[in-house]
């Protein structure tokens, strides 16, 4: 486990040591503050409008948590779309471009604890971008009262969602040793499995139409930010990661006999 650990915190410190770490924090906190305030100005307006309508009679109330902050947490997934394949593009490419992929290898440490200290490293990272995050949750709890059980599960399928991402991302830049590569192929993954809901409709097999379903991100967000932990949900994304991880060590396993 300490090996685990070590790895995941020179993960880190190389996102920060350059400032690409920086950048992504920055990128990803401008793009969900433009978002979330956005939503937050229509969110005022809509309730100005409610609040008039009731001066003259009965009118429909406004929910934050499904008029706001549920939009607020699909549109993270967007987001993530653009921000994921960044952070794994160098995860394996960038040791295989500088040639440390050779003493990576020949170091006492197994594929299992190189994959998940590289995997848990930019878990970090992502978890840094998502707590920054709370201070909207906060301001909305300082002026309104927010349901928080949304909130959590909301946070809790981003952070599975995001570790999809980052299997994902770890498995496409351990087959190159291209960081820009990488990040394009991620990209081109990434956007087909949030989309592939989109055909859905097009299939006349309910079986095929189901399991098209079933590959979507989104599909499984979508309970996580209504307040609802579905254990089918659950599964797919873990078992997502955990067969993304499992490619990543095949992969690395792989190179360890061709060097």
């Not at 409709?201 to 590959?215: C, D, E, F, K």
Request: glycine share 6%; aromatic share 14%; with cysteine.
């Amino acid at each position: 486990m300490s090996n685990i650990l070590a790895i995941a915190q020179k993960e880190l410190k190389n996102y920060f040591a350059t400032p690409i770490g920086y950048v992504l924090v920055g990128f990803f906190i401008l793009l969900f503050g433009w978002f979330f305030y956005t939503m937050l100005w229509y969110f005022e307006r809509q309730s100005m409008q409610m609040a008039s309508m009731g001066m003259m009679g009965e009118a429909p109330t406004m929910n934050i948590n499904e008029q706001l902050i549920r939009p607020a947490f699909m549109n993270v997934s967007v987001i993530l779309l653009l921000t994921m394949p960044l952070i794994t593009m160098r995860l394996y490419s960038e040791e295989k471009r500088s040639g440390t992929i050779e003493l990576l290898l020949t170091s006492p440490l197994t594929d299992f604890q190189i994959v998940m200290g590289k995997f848990l490293g930019s878990m970090a990272l992502y978890t840094i971008m998502l707590a920054v995050t709370l201070i909207h949750v906060a301001l909305l709890y300082a002026f309104g009262n927010p349901e928080w059980r949304p909130i959590a599960t909301g946070y809790l399928g981003l952070l599975l969602m995001g570790g999809c991402f980052v299997a994902v991302g770890l498995f496409i830049s351990s087959l190159t040793r291209n960081q820009i590569v990488a990040a394009m192929a991620t990209f081109g993954v990434f956007l087909l499995l949030w989309i592939v809901n989109w055909i859905a409709p097009s299939i006349t097999n309910p079986n095929a139409q189901a399991v098209v379903n079933y590959l979507s991100f989104t599909e499984h967000l979508n309970d996580f930010v209504s307040g609802v932990v579905d254990t089918a949900h659950l599964c797919y994304y873990v078992s997502f990661i955990a067969f993304g991880l499992f490619l990543t060590a095949r992969s690395v396993d792989t190179e360890r006999w061709r060097g």
